[in-house]
């Protein structure tokens, strides 16, 4: 049974209250977005504020807003945000993604969003966990998410998405149709030779070849051993490393 907090370096991520606890592609997707040219960030369905508050410990100015449709879940990362050493640049919206658009908030440098992706599978009993792991139309569908970010991510803007391979592959066919398309592209694998768990891909306006790099979680020889280009990733972060 996962613990109710998680202990990073700097931060502490309490998630007794979220249904999606701290998970390893969580914190992998918070430590590998491009964040260079960020100024403003939007982090959708934060849940316990991980990526948020990830955020703002790697890049020292950046504005960042969360929104998490769960009101537990938001409560919780309204406290986290708080208790890091960055709470006064991050604020919290505990709405939907479409409320959070009908208000028109200021176009975004960076959107970032680790978004729900079981849509086929059985759902789950509990109704918090389902609406974080199932993508459906009355809760994150792909096509609000691409339509979301078409309309407020700043022309230069990046959006950054975790998701495994097949369901990439119809998100990018979805955000193509809004004139969002694959820049980057992080293939994420257990260990070397193994297949594909997640693409980490940063999604632009212009159509450009897509840049392709791999990461794998652990080494070859030590299923127990996490992999150099793992530790170099998440170095300032997890406190085994």
């Not at 502490?12 to 606890?21: G, L, N, T, Y």
């Not at 449709?69 to 919780?76: F, S, V």
């Not at 297949?195 to 632009?204: D, E, K, S, V, Y």
């Not at 652990?218 to 997890?238: H, N």
Request: hydrophobic residues 45%.
């Amino acid at each position: 049974m996962p613990n109710d907090y998680f202990q990073f370096q700097q931060f502490r991520i309490e998630q007794s209250a979220c249904a999606m606890k701290v998970s390893t592609d969580a914190c992998l997707l918070g430590a590998a977005a491009d964040l260079t040219h960020a100024t403003r960030l939007l982090d959708i369905g934060t849940g316990t504020g991980l990526l948020a508050v990830m955020a703002a410990q790697r890049h020292p100015t950046v504005e960042i807003e969360a929104v998490e449709i769960e009101a537990a879940a938001a409560t919780q990362a309204t406290a986290n945000a708080a208790a890091s050493p960055w709470g006064g640049r991050i604020r919290v919206h505990a709405q939907s993604l479409a409320q959070y658009a009908a208000a028109s908030p200021a176009p975004f440098s960076h959107i970032i969003c680790n978004p729900p992706f079981f849509r086929q599978s059985l759902r789950s009993p509990n109704a918090a966990r389902t609406t974080a792991r199932h993508e459906s139309a009355d809760t994150l569908s792909f096509e609000a998410l691409a339509a979301f970010a078409a309309q407020f991510l700043e022309p230069p803007g990046l959006l950054t998405l975790l998701l495994p391979p097949p369901e990439m592959r119809e998100l990018e066919r979805v955000a193509a149709a809004y004139g969002l398309h694959p820049a980057t592209r992080l293939v994420v694998r257990h260990r070397p030779g193994s297949r594909p768990l997640r693409h980490i891909t940063g999604f632009r306006r212009a159509v450009q070849a897509t840049a392709e790099t791999e990461l794998t979680i652990r080494t070859a020889a030590d299923e127990q051993q996490y992999s150099p280009e793992f530790r170099a990733r998440l170095a300032g972060f997890y406190l085994a490393l």
